[in-house]
């Protein structure tokens, strides 16, 4: 863009948004009744299926797909990679938003949901569970993430703050106490960027030993000891790419050129980790032999080779070519698979592949699960224009 031609922020509502803001009404009227009525009123959930969309999308998905954040918090800060400034802060707002729905995906979810601060409290914790793990380290790294995106806060408000009527006499403590923030993180930050990245290696990899233990519940082209390794290596593969996928809409939408030449340096990436990830999962299929199911014709098997196809071959050949590297449509195709093949790998493992014993129906959501899901993927995409709009996120838009 010419720098002589000053950058006009768009508008916050256009026809787009406004059709956003429906979708995402309508999920939160359907949250409410969940939470007057009962779970059972909204779902399709029962003893058998114990969970459904909420678990398998909203959290699961939810959590590979903000894997962003952690990943340019460890290529630009701890191996010091030069040239991805640009697209940190993008990614941290990305997960720090997305952490915060699986939060309230989780707290949905729960039938006694008014127990949840159960996990906070050691006396009912349970050692030997892995789901515990996996919500202290999606508690501590929401708050790590908040942590990180308050710079851009106090930035934002750092000697504007003119709080008016009875509160005026605060505005000196609130200036005074954002300027201590605003000294003290730049100092601090590094411990929260390497605590960030420690605690999302942690619970990626434990959503995986989650279902490693249903043992006879899950199909065999899914089940396997090395789950865990498995969603750490797809969280890693998504990371990079949810970055690229994220850039690419948002600069489309801002009216932005998409920064090319950063999210290249990071498509160089993704080639090497989808290779790492199919290698894994081809070994481990030799192995166990579980190369027998391909082929059966079963929902189990396509949905398998549906993910594996579109979701690590397909964008592996386009990333590998530096042409295509360099295209926006390409890119942004690439990283698109990649982000459908992690989402559809969860789905797949949480659903898909998910037989309980003795099961007499299929689960299948009702359309008010169907919308609360959909309400919360729309009020992420309008708080992210929100933040965008308002603070220094995209630095082209501050320019």
């Known amino acids: ?11 916050y509502f256009t026809p787009g948004t406004i059709a956003i803001a429906i979708l995402a009404v309508i999920g939160l009227l359907s949250l409410l009744a969940r939470f007057i009525f009962g779970i059972g009123a909204v779902t399709n959930l029962d003893d ?67 127990n949840i601060w159960h996990v906070l409290v050691p006396t009912y914790w ?28 106090t930035e934002r408000v750092l000697g504007k703050v003119n709080l008016s009527g009875k509160l005026k006499v605060l505005n000196n403590f609130v200036e005074k106490l954002l300027g201590f923030l605003d000294r003290t993180l730049d100092k601090i930050m590094f411990i929260f ?16 030993t989650l279902m490693a233990i249903a043992t006879t519940k899950l199909h065999p082209l899914w089940h396997t000891p090395i789950l865990p ?68 014709g079963s929902v189990e098997s396509i949905m398998f080779m549906i993910e594996v196809l579109l979701g690590i071959v397909f964008p592996f050949v386009l990333f590998m070519s530096e042409k295509y590297r360099k295209t926006p449509l390409t890119l942004f195709i690439g990283s ?20 309980p014993l003795y099961v007499e129906k299929t689960y299948f959501p009702a359309w008010t699960e169907i919308a609360v899901t959909v309400g ?20 082209e838009m501050e320019n």
């Not at 863009?1 to 508008?11: D, F, W």
């Not at 940190?88 to 938003?97: D, E, K, Q, S, V």
């Not at 569970?129 to 806060?153: N, R």
């Not at 982000?339 to 797949?348: E, K, M, Q, T």
């Open 126 to 153: 349970n050692p030997d569970s892995v789901l515990l793990e996996v919500g202290l380290c999606v508690l501590a790294y929401v708050t790590v993430l908040y942590i990180e995106f308050l710079p851009v806060i």
């Open 336 to 355: 698109a698979l990649v982000v459908f093949g992690v989402a559809l790998n969860r789905i797949n493992v949480f659903l898909t592949g998910f037989h």
């Open 1 to 11: 863009m010419s720098s002589s031609i000053a950058y006009q922020k768009p508008r």
């Open 48 to 114: 058998q299926y114990p969970w459904g969309i909420w678990i398998a999308i909203d959290v699961a998905c939810g959590v590979a797909l903000a894997a962003g954040g952690f990943m340019t918090a460890f290529i630009a800060h701890i191996v010091h990679g030069k040239g991805y400034k640009s697209v940190i802060r993008p990614a941290i707002l990305t997960a720090m938003l997305g952490y915060s729905f699986v939060a309230l995906g989780v707290f949905s979810d729960l039938g006694r949901y008014y």
């Open 376 to 395: 919360f993927i729309s009020l992420i995409i309008l708080l992210y224009r929100f933040f965008a709009l308002n603070f220094s996120v995209i630095e």
């Open 229 to 296: 390794l498995l969603f750490l290596l797809s969280a890693f593969v998504v990371g990079f790419s949810m970055v690229i996928f994220e850039s690419i809409i948002a600069a489309r939408s801002f009216k932005l050129k998409p920064e090319m030449e950063v999210l290249s340096r990071l498509a160089r990436f993704i080639p090497i980790l989808l290779i790492v990830y199919l290698g894994a999962k081809i070994m481990d299929m030799v192995n166990r032999e579980t190369y027998v199911y391909l082929f059966n």
């Open 193 to 208: 960027i390497i605590l960030g990245v420690v605690l999302s290696c942690m619970h990626q990899s434990s959503l995986g």
